[in-house]
């Protein structure tokens, strides 16, 4: 959005910020007075973009009172929201791309200028989720054709390493490496070795070579990845406010972090709050930084960049009071774990959560932005940190310009957006408070199937077996009390290891929680470097693994000289970017995999990520555990979560010794000694110099420039999706839903893992016949992630998870029933014959229905498969906002009723009548054709949800306004 113009409604608020400087800003702590004085902070980021946007048509002055009238209208009014600019990852970016790129087409060929098509406000896309893990410690995988959908393509061909190129070392005072102190040069090694204790000064370390892991990986990224990279390459010329991140720079939260953030905006000498959407649910990572952001999918966000506000119900802000401090032995990831169940516990879904106390003030920046990572595993819209000194000590330590830092603060002064967390009288008022004691606060997991469910490390041990105990659900696995102590022998490089219920067989300290922190990969570290001082290892059938978020990691790993440590116990860096946390991860080894199937036991991964849902790093392993980077290391080494730490050894010493976790646990004070002498702002600046230079692959990529992009109707990766072909220039009437049979019948909690296309693409699939008919080969499939520009593959994906458990089938299975013939088929194919015979389709479910991370392929999906409405007890706000956005009906049992309560079968024909005006929370009439009528509500927030979804959605709504 532009900052200012002659339309806005609110230009008497508008002053220069001081004598000294050009700079002007809109007042907003003018406008109300104490009613200011009293909003929650995030509240006040709200307020500023609204009157700063306030047109009187998208954003009305009437929307702009309502925030600042927030305490008595919280819950009940719906604003507008104009983000300064959005984030993409390249998994939910493709689409984006494709979409506009359709958007193009649709335009001209009913007369419009396609060239209008651009984003309103600055775009990002970082590619980061097309890593795949092809060489490891464990295995280097021999693909023949990493070229994709290119058969012909040749391998490409590795780079050799490169040689560091050596900085003056600036007669740092702390340096303990062969140097002069003076003359910088370094005559010591080329890389720090394992036996170099302390580490040598980081001046002569800079830049760190990649290691030929990360080289390897990045050329076969880059290799199956051409045709993708080449159209975001092609997105990046023609549409303006779009930059693409190139693979091998980060983690898109990562790099938000680090680079993309400008905390305070400077546009045409205009001052305001950054502020952030994303097409990942985790963008709430960067409200850490004081920067107010969330995640809402593929769908929401490119209205977004078309210039449209995000449209949400003015939220309760619950304040999060702090105190005390942290047990030494707590990491920032047991503080999320703890924070996380409490919040969840509190019920605080659908609300901004803000911090304040004198706890916050303890909690560095990254410990805020882990915490911060995961506010949708507890459900709230938002986790906010505001700006304080500890926000602008860490700006000025990453690199931040003094005279920009200054201005920042005398702006976010005067506005007053810079907080002080130590109690005062003039605290903002909060809709409820929540207090937690960080001194509570213990090491723990969380496990083995949701987020949510935390466990203490030490009743670690007493928990699993609970779990083998319990019936099968979230938490139990229903192992027979006779069959808890199997043991199965398994041959592994020629030796000889026995796997049982409980043993690791995937640990990877990844990108998505918690490698902005350096504490917990520094703790990481510290711990490796100390087991392996003491003779440890870690079993080398498992699939250990280190995904940074960026390059930073790998740098102060390596300048702090712990990373030699992580590698010799298989934790070498393969890549940055997503990889096991979506199941990206090399595949276990043929032997381990037999011995878990053949046992039928509960192997485990662990994993410092956010998401654990059963299945997701590999079919075989029912246990996943989220845990802090120095405890996966940990159970690793152990090689099984079957432990107690207290009184159980990890391993033993060649000479015998007995060694337990507390003997090689890192103390705070080692932690926050490497931590100051490593972290510093050198780091910062070389990583930015690398992301604003690309690189050579990158760079030498060729795109065209087209206006319109030129489809390939052969490809397998970019196709111009089938949304607009029906388009008319004027919507039509909502239309009713006329003896439509139930493609799915669902119960609770189905994530959009279960619906959404992701991972590896299954060789017996719908999506898998699609690609052979193409004339592919299993090896050549790529992933769902990789393929999400094709809407055929990622149809046929649709539901396509084998732990969906549909009623119609009984099992978990892919599979749903084609009532007129009771056949059972892959949903799609169903879906096929259903289409064919122009009957169209509901989807049945419970509480719950749609969450997990914001998918948008979750909405199209469904829309493309041909279904007009789901009812569902309750929803994941944000998917319920994608079935609109794509047209879907998102509809809503009575409170105490659902399909159980009306006596459905789902094998009935639903008829469902529409006005043709409609209203936020009409009830509607759902005839079944064995005489039963029932009521439900339609789920519609607000007027722009209904109209987008009389006009079929929001990209339908968007080419008919730029006609």
């Known amino acids: 959005m532009e900052p200012a113009g002659p339309e806005r409604l609110f230009q008497h608020l508008i002053e220069p910020l001081n004598d000294r400087t050009d700079k002007k800003f809109y007042n907003v702590a003018k406008l109300g007075g104490t009613k200011y004085d009293i909003l929650p902070y995030s509240i006040r980021v709200l307020l500023e973009a609204a009157v700063r946007n306030c047109d009187g ?33 390249d998994f939910t970016g493709i689409p984006a791309i494709v979409d506009f790129a359709a958007m193009r087409e649709a335009v001209k060929n009913l007369g419009g200028d396609p060239t209008k098509v651009h984003p309103a406000c600055p775009t990002d896309l970082t590619v980061d989720h097309s890593l795949q893990i092809d060489f490891s410690k464990c295995a280097i995988q ?110 898109a939260h990562q790099v938000n972090l680090e680079y993309l953030s400008r905390v305070v905006f400077d546009v045409k000498g205009f001052l305001y709050p950054d502020s952030v959407v994303g097409t990942d649910s985790h963008t709430t990572m960067v409200n850490g930084l004081g920067i107010l952001g969330w995640g809402v999918g593929g769908i929401e966000t490119e209205a977004v960049m078309l210039g449209l506000p995000v449209a949400l119900t003015l939220p309760e802000v619950v304040g999060c009071q702090l105190t005390g401090s942290a047990s030494p032995l707590a990491t920032s990831i047991d503080v999320v774990l703890s924070i996380t169940k409490q919040l969840r516990q509190a019920g605080v879904s659908g609300k901004f959560v803000e911090f304040f106390g004198p706890g916050v003030s303890q909690l560095s920046i990254g410990d805020r932005t882990t915490i911060a ?116 022998p398994v041959e592994y490089e020629g030796n000889e290891y026995k796997l049982a219920h409980g043993s690791v067989v995937i640990a ?53 000289g712990v990373l030699p440590y992580l590698n010799k116990l298989g934790f070498e860096v393969v890549g940055y970017g997503c990889s096991t946390c979506v199941g990206n991860t090399a595949p276990l080894p043929e032997t381990i995999q037999n011995a878990i199937v053949q046992g039928d036991l509960v192997a485990c991964g662990v994993l410092s990520g956010n998401k654990n849902f059963e299945g997701r790093l590999c079919s075989c392993i029912c246990a996943n555990y989220l845990a802090s980077p120095p405890l996966v290391v940990a159970y690793a080494i152990a090689g099984t979560v079957n432990i107690d730490f207290q009184t159980e050894p990890l391993g033993v010493s060649p000479d015998g010794k007995r060694i337990f976790l507390h003997d090689i646990w890192p103390t705070r004070e080692e932690l926050q000694q490497v931590e100051e002498e490593f972290i510093i702002s050198s780091m910062f600046k070389e990583l930015k110099g690398k992301m604003e230079k690309g690189n050579k692959r990158w760079n030498s990529l060729e795109a065209p420039e087209s206006v319109l992009f030129t489809w390939d109707w052969k490809s397998t990766y970019i196709r111009c999706p089938s949304y607009f072909d029906k388009l008319t220039k004027d919507p039509l009437p909502p239309q009713c839903i006329e003896n439509a049979h139930v493609l799915l019948y669902l119960g609770d909690s189905v994530t959009t893992d279960h619906i959404s296309p992701a991972g590896s693409i299954a060789r017996g699939s719908a999506a898998a016949r699609y690609l052979t008919n193409k004339g592919l080969t299993p090896r050549e499939f790529n992933s769902y992630g990789a393929r999400r520009g094709n809407d055929a593959v990622m149809t046929r994906g649709t539901f396509a998870n084998i732990k969906l458990f549909n009623k119609f089938i009984g099992k978990p299975a892919p599979k749903t029933v084609h009532f007129p013939t009771g056949q059972t088929l892959d949903v799609f194919d169903a879906a096929e014959l259903y289409r064919k015979e122009n009957i169209p389709l509901i989807i049945l479910a419970g509480k719950k229905y749609g969450l997990g991370s914001s998918r948008d392929w979750a909405a199209k999906g469904p829309f493309l498969l041909g279904v007009k409405a789901v009812i569902a007890e309750s929803y994941e706000k944000i998917h319920k906002s994608h079935l609109i956005g794509m047209g879907i009906a998102p509809l809503q049992f009575l409170p105490e009723e659902n399909a159980t309560f ?43 949800d209904i109209t987008l979804y009389k006009h079929g959605g929001v990209l339908n709504y968007m080419v008919r306004r730029l006609l």
């Open 57 to 89: 048509f998208l954003v009305k002055k009437e929307d702009a009172m309502n925030i600042l009238d927030w305490k008595e209208k919280q819950n009940n009014v719906e604003v507008p929201f104009c983000p300064a600019r959005v984030l993409l990852q």
């Open 142 to 251: 021999n693909t023949p054709n990493p070229g994709g959908g290119d058969p012909q393509r040749p391998p490409p061909k590795l780079s050799p390493l490169k040689a560091p190129r050596k900085l003056p070392c600036r007669g740092q005072s702390s340096c303990r490496g062969p140097c002069d102190g003076e003359s910088g040069r370094n005559s010591g090694p080329l890389s720090v070795q394992i036996e170099n204790t302390p580490p040598l000064c980081p001046f002569h370390l800079q830049p760190v070579p990649e290691p030929e892991t990360v080289l390897k990986n990045q050329e076969m990224e880059f290799g199956r990845n051409r045709e993708r990279l080449q159209f975001f390459k092609w997105g990046s010329k023609v549409f303006r406010n779009v930059s693409v991140i190139p693979p091998g720079t980060g983690m």
């Open 373 to 488: 990572n995961m506010c949708p595993e507890y459900g709230a819209i938002l986790s906010f940190f505001p700006i304080d000194n500890v926000t602008l000590k860490h700006l000025k330590h990453t690199g931040f310009d003094e005279t920009r830092l200054k201005l920042m603060e005398t702006y976010l002064k005067t506005v007053k957006l810079l907080r002080s967390y130590e109690l005062s009288t003039e605290e903002p008022e909060y809709s409820q408070v929540i207090c937690i004691n960080l001194g509570s606060i213990m090491p723990y997991v969380s496990g083995p199937k949701r987020a949510q469910d935390r466990v203490a490390v030490t009743n670690m041990k007493s928990d699993f077996q609970a779990c083998l105990n319990e019936k099968a659900g979230f938490k139990g696995f229903q192992i027979p009390a006779e069959r808890q102590r199997d043991v199965v």
């Open 508 to 560: 990877a300290v990844i990108s998505c929680t918690n490698n902005c922190n350096p504490s917990v990969m520094l703790g990481a570290g510290l711990l490796a470097k100390k087991a392996i001082e003491a003779g440890l290892t870690v079993k080398p059938y498992i699939r250990t693994s280190l995904s940074p978020g960026s390059g930073m990691v790998t740098h102060y790993l390596t300048s702090s």
């Open 902 to 944: 009306w006596g459905l079968t789902g094998k009935e024909q639903f008829s469902i009548t529409f006005p043709h005006e409609l209203s936020p929370g009409i009830s509607l009439d759902v005839k079944t054709n064995t005489g039963k009528v029932f009521h439900v509500v339609a789920a519609f927030d607000s007027d722009m």
